[in-house]
């Protein structure tokens, strides 16, 4: 397999050739019927960056189009950048070059988009007519969000398989999506006074951290930090994934000149809840890159909510990054760079 490489000039900017405003966690379907998740609020020139999720399958499976014959086969279970990096080459999904983002991202080409699924307009929908069971049990949740934390309908979206459609009542969960900073804030405040939302068990809480801290290289104390009841729940027997997102699309002004790994320490500040949206984009000091002293304030992108997620919480932090020098010369650090194959964070010890 291969992967085909574009590269687009520098002209007008990044802005997308289709005018419609896509952010993170909205589907795509392509004319050959795959389903794609987009992945940040940023769209290059060519298409949406985004990575395949779901493939046409031949054979009755448990992800089955509502009220069709069309089934599909989910590609992966896990999400990192490395599984990721690897989909892209076995599918042979569309890649480009990003100069504002010094890093080749999958897309889905305009030319091969059927639609855009805004997860925002399938809680409009399940407002209108849930169509089974899950449907109905997601809405409820949606419903005890906006009943009890006071989040607007229009700022609750449903992501996953069943934006898609293809959900199965007895395996599929049910995935959340916040957009909005704001919201976010609102959600961690308030998520405890919802009787009716309860925290995993101890036997799926020790799963998930452990799951955690094998594939992204983290400290099972740090993994603890990063499954909590605002992320992760449980309503009526059914688990819930929350994901935060910025409620408005990204542009960048200045292209990357240089990128490299580097062992750094960064420290942030106590409740940065930039941090929690997803891909998150904030600022943190930077002490050291590679034992060298630093001091001072840069831009960092994460695209990996395992690495995110701690600088919410505030501290110093040591970790594995991609380290970019732009053309006005400032820096910038983006965690979870699938450049950056030994990827970590810990907490930093003085």
Not at 90 to 106: A, C, F, I, K
Request: glycine share 4%; charged share 25%; aromatic share 14%.
């Amino acid at each position: 397999m291969r992967i085909v490489f574009i590269e687009f000039s520098v002209n007008s900017g990044c802005t997308a050739m289709s005018s419609r405003t896509i952010l993170d966690h909205f589907g795509v379907v392509d004319k050959y019927q795959r389903l794609y998740i987009v992945v940040g609020n940023y769209t290059p020139i060519p298409g949406p960056v985004a990575y395949l999720k779901y493939i046409p399958s031949k054979n009755r499976s448990i992800w089955c189009r509502h009220n069709t014959d069309l089934c599909f086969e989910r590609v992966f279970r896990f999400y990192s950048s490395k599984i990721i990096e690897n989909v892209v080459w076995e599918r042979n999904q569309r890649t480009v070059y990003d100069p504002y983002l010094g890093s080749y991202v999958p897309i889905v080409p305009w030319y091969e988009v059927l639609e855009i699924i805004d997860p925002r307009e399938v809680v409009s929908r399940l407002l209108k007519n849930c169509r089974d069971f899950l449907e109905c049990l997601a809405l409820e949740v949606i419903q005890a969000i906006h009943d009890n934390i006071a989040i607007e309908y229009s700022s609750i979206g449903i992501t996953g398989s069943i934006m898609f459609g293809i959900h199965n009542i007895e395996v599929s969960d049910i995935d959340v999506v916040i957009y909005g900073v704001d919201n976010a804030k609102k959600f961690i405040e308030g998520v405890n006074t919802v009787e009716l939302f309860e925290f995993v068990n101890e036997s799926r809480f020790k799963d998930i951290v452990n799951n955690i801290s094998k594939l992204h290289n983290v400290s099972p104390y740090l993994a603890q930090k990063i499954v909590t009841k605002f992320r992760r729940f449980v309503y009526k027997g059914k688990e819930v994934t929350i994901v935060f997102v910025d409620d408005n699309s990204w542009s960048f002004k200045n292209v990357v000149k240089s990128s490299r790994c580097a062992d750094v320490v960064v420290r942030s500040n106590e409740y940065s809840y930039e941090f929690l949206l997803y891909p998150s984009k904030g600022y943190v000091f930077i002490e050291e890159i590679d034992g060298r002293p630093v001091k001072e304030y840069i831009e960092v992108l994460s695209f990996e909510s395992v690495y995110s997620i701690p600088l919410f919480y505030g501290g110093r932090y040591r970790c594995r990054a991609l380290v970019q020098v732009l053309d006005d010369d400032s820096m910038r650090i983006v965690l979870g760079a699938r450049e950056c194959r030994d990827s970590y964070m810990e907490i930093f010890d003085q």
